[in-house]
């Protein structure tokens, strides 16, 4: 079961702080139209938030244990992890289509039998310097160090690679009100009929504030921290009822 930021939250804290802000009322809509895109915002941001606490670890600037900005980053992208085994069609791998961004490809022969098989595959991202190591006597490719040309379909160097597998960040999705992944868009319904966003819980407030950011809301982070925990108060309350 997955554990998302609650939608319900995220739309009555959003219309709390319209009305405090004097902009008047939001509708259904209008929110659903940017909840998607919200998340997807945050999603790409904890790549660049990464980014930078690596660099900062580099100098010594990063606090040790459960404060450490690379390892609380690092379990959330986790999350959104996925592995998907892919054989050759028409000279070429396609893509998973949920992905996001690779963290890694390697060989995939008989995996399940021995794991000693896999070769982890250099991943090329330049048509020029693919098109300089194919023909190099140096480093063109081999079945013990295989590349790969990653465009808009993954091509495999040797070409006697038929098979890999591919590790990768997923794109976000929804979460159900059973808890259970969906492949659809966060939806927030009158109905109760909601689908939750993907994102753990703990990033209600960055929900609130970049759908905010794109209503146009004047959005202070005292008003939206104060308004974020007094709705999901609210709501745990009325589930133990």
């Known amino acids: ?9 995220v739309y009555n804290t959003l219309k709390d702080l319209a009305n405090k802000d004097q902009q008047g009322f939001i509708s259904v809509t209008e929110f659903n139209r940017f909840a998607n895109i919200a998340q997807l915002n945050i999603f790409n941001g904890l790549f660049d938030e990464l980014k930078d606490a690596k660099r900062l670890a580099r100098s010594g600037f990063n606090p040790t244990r459960d404060k450490s900005r690379i390892k609380r980053v690092e379990e959330d992208l986790a999350y959104f992890s996925k592995s998907d085994t892919i054989t050759k069609a028409s000279g070429k791998f396609a893509k998973p289509t949920d992905l996001a961004r690779i ?48 465009s808009e379909f993954i091509h495999v160097f040797p070409t006697t690679i038929n098979k890999i597998q591919v590790r990768y960040y997923k794109y976000p999705e929804s979460v159900d009100s059973n808890g259970v992944r969906n492949s659809s868009t966060p939806v927030y319904s009158l109905t109760g009929s909601n689908y939750n966003f993907e994102l753990p819980e703990h990033y209600t407030s960055d929900l609130v504030y970049e759908i905010g950011k794109m209503i146009g809301l004047n959005l202070r982070d005292a008003d939206i921290v104060n308004y974020t925990g007094q709705e999901m108060m609210t709501r745990k309350q009325a589930e133990t009822l």
Not at 1 to 9: C, E, L, Y
Not at 130 to 143: K, Q, Y
């Open 103 to 150: 963290i890694g490809v390697t060989t995939a022969g008989n995996i399940m039998l021995d794991q000693s098989t896999k070769k982890p595959i250099e991943l090329c991202y330049d048509e020029e310097k693919i098109e300089r190591i194919l023909i190099s006597n140096l480093s063109a490719p081999t079945d013990e160090f295989p590349v790969a040309l990653v």
């Open 1 to 9: 079961m997955a554990q998302g930021a609650d939608i319900g939250v």
